[in-house]
């Protein structure tokens, strides 16, 4: 406790819904503000950018499909992070445990001549299993050796996007490919059924709002989402309860991971129906999942509101770009203000301001 005038400033334990609530939308309006410079300074005014922003995305049914569109891999990936956070497992490897989900369900759909009803079905079951055994590796690393997992998950990003590299510019290069390397475009029964007029991949939207849902339930009404749950409140307290760190750890590692390879899956197959550059795959969803899953706070559900708000940053980035005459990689500006200044608000969840009792002391 501190006595500063006439208030006193106490530490919580748990921090409210209330105060997690209006310290992140503090957090976002400040985001916001400095982005504002960012539009003063290119000599638009922040007021018209922001006013231009909201009616091109949210009041425009294309503008809104395609914030739709870019919510569905930064849903998948941002719930798989919430439970890896939830478990202490600081996964930062989505961005390519999403690559190698794209390469698997590549590899299925050129390579394997299976009838259409079981094509997409296998792409989905490979780009699963391709994304988690790219997480499960750092979560062994961790458990066995003492491995830092945020240096190995971070770094295996860029094995992933060579290897994708690797791919397209050696063994799977298109026999129609000049200047850009890619693969061969994929058949028809390895595409995903689109939103008519959109570019919506449904099936896989329905895949991560589904995933949202079992990993909420998973987390607060099965024994071994309780027991992720101790690990990440209280590991001393999990050893003490003999609860299977490797194994409780190692699952939800596998699943963050896999639900990372399952948005790979609907990028290659939804939207591009190839395998083409890392950089052009995934436009930065797996770390923008880190925010997708700080925002909603260990929250599966609230994944989906914190995924369409991200959604709808990444597509005000073709609004700054065609009707603002800015660069569409201000969005990576977006991006990284909000993530500092939720990191630089995380403390004040866990304090609260009251006024002093009288006779009161520090």
């Given at each position: 406790m501190r006595r500063l005038g006439p208030f006193v400033i106490e530490k919580d334990l748990v921090a409210p819904p209330a105060r997690v609530l209006a310290v992140s939308t503090l957090a976002l309006l400040l985001a916001f503000a400095a982005a504002g410079v960012?539009?003063?300074a290119y000599g638009v005014s922040p007021w018209l950018a922001y006013k231009t922003i909201v009616a091109e995305t949210l009041f425009s049914k294309s503008g809104f499909a395609e914030a739709v569109r870019r919510a569905i891999p930064l849903l998948l990936a941002g719930v798989g992070l919430v439970l890896a956070?939830?478990?202490?497992?600081?996964?930062?490897g989505a961005e390519g445990q999403l690559l190698l989900g794209a390469v698997a369900a590549s590899g299925v759909a050129l390579f394997v001549h299976a009838p259409a009803a079981v094509e997409l079905p296998l792409m989905f079951a490979a780009g699963f299993l391709a994304g988690g055994l790219w997480a499960a590796l750092p979560a062994?690393?961790?458990?066995?050796?003492?491995?830092?997992?945020?240096?190995t998950t971070l770094m295996l990003?860029?094995?992933?996007?060579?290897l994708v590299g690797w791919l397209?510019?050696?063994?799977?290069r298109g026999k129609s490919a000049f200047g850009f390397a890619y693969s061969d475009r994929f058949p028809a029964g390895a595409t995903l059924p689109l939103v008519p007029g959109t570019y919506v991949h449904w099936p896989t939207l329905l895949l991560a709002l589904l995933a949202a849902l079992l990993v909420w339930l998973a987390l607060e009404r099965t024994p071994w989402g309780y027991r992720v749950r101790v690990i990440g409140d209280n590991p001393e307290a999990a050893r003490y309860a003999h609860i299977p760190l490797f194994g409780v750890v190692f699952a939800a590692a596998l699943v963050s991971g896999g639900l990372a390879g399952l948005a790979g899956v609907g990028e290659v197959a939804g939207v591009h129906h190839r395998l083409l550059d890392a950089y052009?795959?995934?436009?930065?969803?797996?770390?923008?999942?880190?925010i997708v899953a700080w925002l909603a706070?260990?929250?599966?559900?609230?994944?989906?509101?914190?995924?369409?708000?991200?959604?709808?940053?990444?597509?005000?980035?073709d609004v700054m770009?065609?009707?603002l005459q800015m660069p569409f990689r201000v969005t990576d500006v977006f991006n990284g203000l909000i993530l500092f200044f939720l990191i630089s608000s995380e403390r004040l969840l866990y304090y609260r301001v009251r006024l002093a009792q009288s006779g009161e002391e520090e």
């Open positions: 960012i539009f003063w956070f939830r478990g202490q497992f600081w996964n930062i062994v690393l961790k458990l066995r050796l003492g491995v830092n997992d945020v240096l990003n860029y094995v992933a996007a060579y397209i510019h050696g063994p799977w052009q795959i995934s436009l930065g969803y797996g770390y923008t999942a880190i706070r260990g929250n599966p559900l609230g994944a989906i509101l914190t995924a369409l708000f991200m959604g709808v940053i990444f597509a005000s980035g770009k065609l009707a």
